[in-house]
């Protein structure tokens, strides 16, 4: 896992920071854990679905955090979380300074270790994550973005135990 996430910070800092539209920054907590996430996107030249007011976009968000156990029943453990995910938006197509967006998601995220705490076991380091979010865009170039998502987490079955982790998480955005 170490290699990995050495792999991908190198990815990051070798890549011309003009080419990153946007930063990001995630909080959130559920199942007796807590999450914190950083991440960068990158849109898509592609939008669906132009005819009417509202048009369907996209783009890549690749993120590193952390999730904290906080259970009663002990062994409390801190999860490493690497993560790249393409992500689907239904926004205005003409919005003004205020815009709001729904987005849904689903990617993947390596984490270690395998264990959050006492009773949450994940089977694998592989897990999908998809998750479904509202927000706005505001500024005066829409550079400002604050979302809700619900994420869901866990390895789709390929590996036992299963137990996945739901988070509700709050997202703040800087668009460039």
Same mark, same amino acid.
């Given at each position: 896992?170490?290699?990995?996430?050495?792999?991908?910070?190198?990815?990051?800092?070798?890549? =011309?920071?003009?080419?990153?539209?946007?930063?990001?920054?995630?909080?959130? =907590?559920?199942?007796?854990?807590?999450?914190?996430?950083?991440?960068?996107?990158? =849109?898509?030249?592609?939008?669906?679905?132009?005819?009417?007011?509202?048009?369907?976009?996209?783009?890549?968000?690749?993120?590193?955090?952390?999730?904290?156990? @906080?259970?009663? %029943?002990?062994?409390?453990? #801190?999860? %490493?979380?690497?993560?790249? %995910?393409?992500?689907? *938006?239904?926004?205005? &197509?003409?919005?003004?300074?205020?815009?709001?967006?729904?987005?849904?998601?689903?990617?993947? @995220?390596?984490? #270690?270790?395998?264990?959050?705490?006492? =009773?949450?076991?994940?089977?694998?380091?592989?897990?999908?994550?998809?998750?479904?979010?509202?927000?706005?865009?505001?500024?005066?170039?829409?550079?400002?973005?604050?979302?809700? *998502?619900?994420? @869901?987490?866990?390895?789709?079955?390929? &590996?036992?135990?299963?137990?996945?982790?739901?988070?509700?998480?709050?997202?703040?955005?800087?668009?460039?």
């Amino acid at each position: 896992m170490k290699k990995i996430c050495w792999l991908i910070s190198t990815l990051f800092l070798s890549c =011309n920071a003009l080419a990153v539209d946007s930063v990001s920054v995630e909080y959130g =907590n559920g199942d007796a854990a807590d999450m914190a996430r950083a991440g960068v996107s990158w =849109n898509w030249d592609k939008q669906w679905f132009t005819d009417g007011d509202w048009l369907v976009a996209g783009f890549w968000e690749a993120s590193l955090g952390t999730w904290r156990g @906080h259970s009663v %029943t002990g062994g409390n453990q #801190t999860v %490493t979380d690497v993560g790249l %995910t393409p992500v689907f *938006r239904l926004q205005q &197509k003409k919005p003004g300074e205020f815009a709001p967006y729904a987005e849904a998601a689903i990617g993947f @995220h390596l984490i #270690t270790p395998t264990l959050i705490y006492a =009773n949450r076991r994940f089977g694998s380091t592989f897990q999908f994550g998809d998750h479904v979010g509202l927000g706005v865009r505001f500024g005066g170039h829409r550079q400002f973005d604050l979302g809700y *998502r619900f994420q @869901h987490l866990s390895n789709g079955g390929l &590996k036992k135990p299963n137990q996945g982790i739901n988070f509700n998480q709050i997202r703040f955005a800087y668009h460039f």
